[in-house]
């Protein structure tokens, strides 16, 4: 079994294009680890992609936020006015899936998926010591998870604990193989708004029967999704920071 893992996808129809056309034949079925939408400018698209195509999903702090569920006061004033504008834009149908979606930590055969922390799905696992934090409460020995926006992870081994990274810039993938004897936190990155300096698409594929993950980065037409957000109305910081990974 071959598992597209996604996460962060923000409502870019563009970017998400791009990693499907990448992706096409190398997996079996689609799972998704929050944020489809909020900061985009095509929540109703990607939502009506979601309900067809995903197998497993959990919900990210801007999915609860874009239907009502989250206090809009903890959001910065960019967040706060996508989410708004998400919420006005957003079909009946797709209003009900996404308040629908359930809350992380899902398992997952034997893996699991979270947003944020399998500790709490609004919490950033950035650094060792959350990483330290959130392995010494997991049901399996490998969690994906998203909402830091920062492809990599972390692997933990006789009480150490290593950080994980993508590929390289200029690099489009780079494969991780699991050891037995470790345990594994993996952030596939976010396909519609990477922080992490590179402004391609993030996505990881799982391979259960050789027990290894492959990080990818795919180039988008980042320019419409651009211009599409700048016609909605949206921030233009939103539009901005596409173009640089940040």
């Not at 900061?39 to 959990?58: E, F, H, Q």
């Not at 690099?171 to 708004?193: C, H, K, M, V, W």
Request: charged share 25%; glycine share 6%.
């Amino acid at each position: 079994m071959r598992d597209l893992i996604v996460s962060d996808i923000h409502a870019n129809w563009e970017a998400l294009e791009a990693v499907l056309a990448r992706a096409a034949g190398s997996y079996d079925r689609i799972v998704c680890c929050g944020d489809l939408i909020g900061y985009g400018p095509d929540p109703n698209r990607v939502l009506d992609w979601a309900r067809s195509n995903l197998a497993y999903v959990v919900r990210g702090n801007h999915d609860k936020a874009a239907v009502g569920l989250e206090n809009l006061e903890w959001f910065n004033p960019v967040a706060r006015a996508a989410a708004l504008w998400t919420l006005h834009e957003l079909t009946p149908e797709n209003l009900e899936y996404a308040k629908e979606l359930p809350k992380g930590p899902l398992p997952i055969d034997n893996y699991q998926i979270a947003h944020g922390s399998p500790l709490d799905e609004d919490e950033y696992v950035v650094c060792e010591n959350d990483a330290d934090q959130a392995f010494a409460y997991l049901d399996r020995d490998v969690t994906f998870f998203g909402h830091t926006h920062v492809q990599g992870g972390f692997a933990l081994a006789v009480r150490r604990i290593r950080e994980l990274e993508g590929p390289a810039h200029g690099s489009r993938e780079a494969t991780l193989d699991f050891d037995p004897d470790t345990a594994y936190l993996i952030n596939p990155g976010s396909i519609g708004q990477p922080r992490d300096r590179d402004p391609r698409a993030a996505w990881a594929l799982y391979d259960a029967e050789s027990r290894s993950v492959t990080y990818y980065r795919e180039p988008y037409d980042i320019e419409t999704a651009q211009a599409k957000i700048r016609r909605a109305g949206l921030p233009d910081m939103l539009a901005h920071r596409l173009a640089v990974g940040q």
